[in-house]
């Protein structure tokens, strides 16, 4: 009786494996990879990833492709809930199950009736880091989408709901908007989803923890917040973007399809594939994320930092012009107002200089700012034919220069600047300056810098026509 107790107390022991049936990747992994992973075997648990750790450790555990795991890290480190998140996602096996997915979505894709689309070619569905790279530090903006009042500077409590309301236009398309109205708030956001998908191909789900997404657009974690965004991604899907043209019309959305997944407070999304021409390489501009932030809540700064950052050099356009493309329901009187603070805050930003002015006799905002390294560049070398200062911009964000000699470029004296706006009126002769210092990079300095800087307005002027 005692020998059938002992049978039956020996047979519930766990059975353990023989040394050489054992997986063989503990060796590979580091230091505290192996001491933690035998922990985990040691009180009967599935392996998996542990703070501490590296991302090596994570692709020999896991057996996920490179940027899947970073992803999922990422995750994991601003995840409410990090050991759950990674019992779940960065454990043993989670490469076989993440590959079956993909292979389950890659046949059910190509079951899929495909329908001939001149206009909008296979090719057109692709990772968006082919057509864009993003610094951590900043953030994506289509150019046609900044410039119109698809994103207006509205004030949340104002929004209205709109049923194919023209917003802008581009070209010979104009662009129409159903639904509720979208505001900055709305921008940031969808511009936010589209830096989470740089490594990932257009109209392919995603997956982000509401908490992380919450920090990095600068919000606290918590239900109120929650709500809010989620309330903005609902707009971003619900809403109807149409595009009418002698060629061809379009109806779709910004984000096709959205899931909320309650029980890990994750968010899954998955962009529009139709849109990603929009972030081709010429039709978007990259701003400053921080800089962006400290901006919130002033909505009409936030619309006009946008539309001013798509041009090098802002051409002097009326108080009008600004009204109906923001998307504001002020009267002119009364915008003007709101446009001069905003134009204060954003010298007090940083994001444009202290010279830029509203004329009271032509009603035209004058705008100075400094152009990027890229919109420098791109103006240079059209204007010169290839020929002038190299200006290159590393992955980092690191700005370098080719030529050995920069000159401190000296202020232009008031005459010139007179004589300049006499002969090329409506032009700004402060972006020419911007263009005329990066064209003299690595030159000797001219005898008579304004001279100099008079003789290649011509040329420049001429261009910008």
Request: glycine share 6%.
């Amino acid at each position: 009786m005692s020998h059938s107790t002992t049978e039956n107390a020996t047979s519930r022991k766990p059975v353990v494996p023989p040394e050489e049936q054992r997986p063989r990747f503990d060796e590979r992994l580091s230091v505290f990879g192996r001491i933690a992973v035998d922990a985990d075997r040691q009180m009967g648990k599935p392996p998996r990833f542990h703070d501490g750790m590296t991302l090596e450790d994570a692709l020999i555990l896991t057996g996920l492709p490179r940027e899947e795991a970073g992803r999922r890290i990422w995750a994991m480190k601003t995840d409410s809930n990090p050991k759950l998140y990674a019992e779940q996602w960065l454990s043993e096996g989670a490469g076989e199950r993440y590959l079956a997915e993909q292979a389950i979505t890659a046949t059910a894709t190509a079951t899929e009736p495909k329908q001939p689309d001149s206009h909008n070619p296979p090719e057109k569905t692709k990772a968006i880091q082919r057509s864009l790279y993003i610094p951590d530090q900043a953030r994506p903006v289509s150019n046609d989408m900044a410039r119109s009042a698809l994103f207006s500077c509205i004030q949340p409590k104002d929004r209205q709901f709109f049923y194919l309301v023209k917003i802008g236009s581009f070209g010979d398309a104009e662009m129409f908007w159903t639904g509720v109205q979208l505001d900055q708030d709305d921008h940031d956001n969808l511009m936010q989803l589209i830096k989470c998908a740089e490594h990932r191909p257009w109209g392919e789900y995603i997956t982000l923890p509401w908490r992380g997404l919450l920090g990095e657009l600068g919000r606290t974690a918590g239900g109120k917040q929650q709500k809010e965004l989620s309330s903005s991604v609902q707009r971003l899907v619900r809403g109807t973007i149409d595009f009418k043209s002698k060629i061809f019309n379009y109806t779709g959305h910004l984000v096709d399809d959205v899931k909320e997944d309650q029980q890990n407070k994750h968010l899954i999304y998955r962009l529009n594939p139709s849109l990603s021409s929009f972030y081709d390489e010429a039709r978007f501009t990259l701003v400053d994320w921080n800089n962006r932030k400290k901006l919130r809540g002033k909505y009409l700064a936030r619309w006009l930092q946008l539309e001013l950052a798509t041009h090098a050099a802002p051409f002097p356009r009326s108080v009008k012009y600004y009204l109906e493309n923001s998307g504001s329901r002020a009267t002119l009187k009364a915008f003007r107002r709101q446009l001069r603070i905003a134009l204060g805050e954003l010298i007090e930003n940083g994001d444009i200089l202290p010279s830029s002015y509203i004329d009271p006799k032509t009603d035209l905002v004058h705008i100075h700012r400094t152009p990027s390294a890229a919109q420098i560049r791109h103006i240079t070398r059209a204007g010169n034919g290839g020929s002038g200062s190299e200006i290159e911009q590393h992955p980092s964000g690191a700005v370098t220069r080719t030529a050995s000699t920069i000159h401190h470029a000296p202020s232009l004296k008031p005459a010139t600047v007179e004589k300049f706006r006499a002969l090329y009126p409506g032009f700004d002769p402060y972006g020419c300056k911007a263009y005329f210092d990066a064209f003299l990079e690595g030159k000797e300095a001219p005898r008579s810098y304004d001279a100099a800087f008079l003789g290649y307005a011509k040329k420049w002027a001429a261009n910008q026509r």
